[in-house]
């Protein structure tokens, strides 16, 4: 499984963006999907997850509200949708494929995610 990230930039105290990550390689349908994101001088976190269907979402606290996870199986793409970004929220952004789970699980654990995409920055300025 293959996943390319885009969609970060520069943008406001306010703003919103939309990351989006298309996989390739695997069949998407079964596969669970995460967002992480690493701010210099931290610990990778987790920001998102969404399963096969789309059934169940975890979003973390630190962005509940503002941030939201969507896939669209036929396009092999899921979304991190996010609004109100925070200076905060700067950190590079990775998306994940996790291949070992079943239909409605989501995983929040990094060591769970099998396959990694290049990850892609936000920075958002005050």
């Known amino acids: 499984v293959q996943l390319q990230a885009s969609g970060g930039g520069l943008v406001q105290a306010g703003g919103s963006l939309r990351l989006s990550c298309t996989a390739s390689?695997?069949?998407?349908?079964?596969?669970?999907m995460g967002w992480f994101r690493r701010a210099p001088g931290k610990e990778r976190e987790a920001v998102a997850a969404?399963?096969?269907?789309?059934?169940?979402?975890y979003v973390a606290d630190s962005v509940m509200g503002r941030f939201a996870i969507s896939r669209d199986n036929a396009r092999n793409t899921v979304y991190l949708q996010m609004n109100n970004l925070e200076p905060e929220d700067t950190a590079v952004y990775y998306c994940?494929?996790?291949?070992?789970?079943?239909?409605?699980?989501?995983?929040?654990?990094?060591?769970?995610?099998?396959?990694w995409g290049q990850g892609t920055q936000v920075t958002v300025s005050s």
């Open positions: 390689g695997g069949t998407f349908s079964r596969l669970a």
């Open positions: 969404i399963s096969w269907a789309g059934s169940r979402r």
């Open positions: 994940a494929a996790d291949v070992n789970t079943v239909s409605g699980a989501v995983s929040v654990e990094s060591m769970r995610y099998d396959y």
